[in-house]
């Protein structure tokens, strides 16, 4: 005990509760992992950058699909990677470097305004928060970027049709590889979240995932350029590109093994974050 | 009811927090003071659970925060004005903390109601001025109902209009049985708000007290006298025990007398036949009393004759 309370230092204050008792109303449940969700939903579709990163890479990639079709109409001098059924899917390119944009900044954003400490002052046990943003993003990202790839596709394929033979979706890897690339575009978008959780600044996340996916698999062939592409298979981008395209890649992964070690990249990443989310002043 | 004990926090070899253990009671405003750097956001973070103890330990309500279910019904909080993201509207960012714990859209309007905010609130929160963000933080920190409420440096930004808001905001909810904690380097603020008051200095405890005792300890009176025999009257003065100090700058040599009364220094002169032009009885101001207790403990000294106050307390009229 520090002071005991004079009533004549209070005016005329209303009579006081014992402290045991709860004084207020309680307007409100625990917190749980649904509401956070819910609460992490609104906070992706509340800002405007978001939705705009979002919205360029639908349109930046079936854009890009219906221009890849045109330019590559006819046939003859055509480079590989244009003839298979993933050539209009190209525009991932775009889209892998708007994700990576994205899932880093749905976190830095929080760190950035220093609405981290109001986020983690609401859910105090943090780890809810990260479960949150990840299922969001997954969600709603994954959603989109399918959709995006779907509609790619099946845009160039009008555009080429009369031109060139066309590719539907019920045929060989076809479906698989377009699905793919909207399943790997948000994979690499987790990715840039985990880090993001891991350095918190912007700049610094956002560095960190564009030379993971782009800048070390080819400085790794270029050093290495006997064995450098049995490494890469196993990276983000090489495990990536065994089932997001057509194309046939030295040394790949198959589809399934692929696509699992990308996950295992992803959970790697979302285990170191939420240990430094865990264990770190924020 | 907020407990630190012992509570310290180090960043590698620097002490922010070193060793407080206080109790803050419901029912009051508990003031916390001390000059920037002395530790008081630190020691409001921990309470939050959003940096660790390196050692020692806070409980709020007899729980470490981050135990409570519902920890926004608990504490509320107002950290930094800017806790918000700029890109959001004052509604979307208040919803966004309600959903976590399924508080109802109908108190994120009456929150807002409270603090002002409802025609702007679907304004991007970028857009406000310092003194509306500040509002919001407020709104925030109100938004659970919470039983106690944490608020570091809340008059910053806000006009004067604010500041005797927040002023009355703050008794009424202690006045309703809450825990009401609140961090000010400014004494003045502080003087008419909290009823107790905790003071820290280089993140040590200085004070732990209620505010009517710190200030009849601060108001260390003195008595200011003019006399055309002021050196044999000094000496006298001395001889029974005063301290007397000459302002150099007072070419009438007037002096100050500190240690006994006027009444003592009119008494003594009239046994000792000296004569007195004046005498008068000064009693000295809160805000020098908290600047001679936490002198020591200030990272940096205010420039002579800059600022009679502490820096920053401009600060408190910017919007």
Known sequence: ?282 | MIEARTLTKKYDDKVAVDGLSFTIEPGIVTGFLGPNGAGKSTTMRMMLGLDRPSSGSVLINGKRYAEHAAPLNEVGALLEARAIHPGRSARNHLLSLALTSGIKRGRVEQVLDMVGLTEVAHKRVGEFSLGMGQRLGVAAALLGDPRTIILDEPVNGLDLDGIRWIRALLTRLAGEGRTVFLSSHLMSEMAMTAEHVIVIGKGRLLRDQPMADFIREAAVSSVRVLSPEGDRLAEQLKNAGATVTVDATDTDGTLTVEGVTGRDVGTLAAQAGITLWELAAQSGSLEDAYLALTRDSLDYQDIAGLSPRHPDSTEEHAS
């Open chain 1, 1 to 282: 005990m520090t002071t005991t309370t004079d009533p004549a230092l209070s005016g005329d204050a209303p009579a006081r509760v014992d402290s045991g008792e709860p004084v207020a109303g309680r307007v409100d449940g625990p917190v749980t992992q649904r509401g956070v969700i819910a609460s992490e939903s609104l906070k992706f579709h509340s800002l405007r950058s978001t939705l705009l990163v979002l919205a360029a890479a639908i349109i930046g990639m079936v854009v890009l699909g219906a221009v890849i079709a045109f330019n590559t109409r006819d046939r003859a001098g055509l480079d590989p990677e244009d003839v298979v059924a993933s050539g209009p899917l190209q525009g991932y390119y775009l889209g892998q470097l708007l994700m990576a944009a994205l899932g880093v900044l749905v976190v830095s954003g929080e760190y950035s305004s220093g609405m981290i400490r109001a986020t983690l002052a609401a859910v105090p046990t943090r780890l809810p928060v990260l479960i949150a943003k990840a299922v969001v993003f997954t969600v709603v990202v994954g959603i989109s970027m399918i959709v995006a790839s779907l509609a790619a596709f099946l845009v160039a394929q009008v555009v080429l049709s009369g031109h060139r033979p066309t590719y539907s979706l019920g045929e060989g890897s076809t479906l698989r590889v377009v699905i793919g690339t909207g399943v790997y575009l948000t994979l690499v978008g987790l990715i840039g979240s985990a880090l993001a959780w891991i350095v918190r600044s912007t700049p610094g996340a956002l560095v960190a995932t564009l030379a993971i996916i782009l800048v070390v698999p080819i400085l790794l062939e270029l050093v290495f350029p006997s064995w450098g592409t049995y490494i890469t298979a196993y990276l983000p981008t090489g495990a990536g590109q065994s089932f997001s395209t057509s194309l046939p890649v030295p040394h790949a992964l198959s589809p399934w093994t692929g696509l699992a070690v990308m996950v295992a990249w992803v959970v790697a990443g979302m285990v170191a974050a939420a240990a430094v989310l865990k264990h770190k002043d924020v």
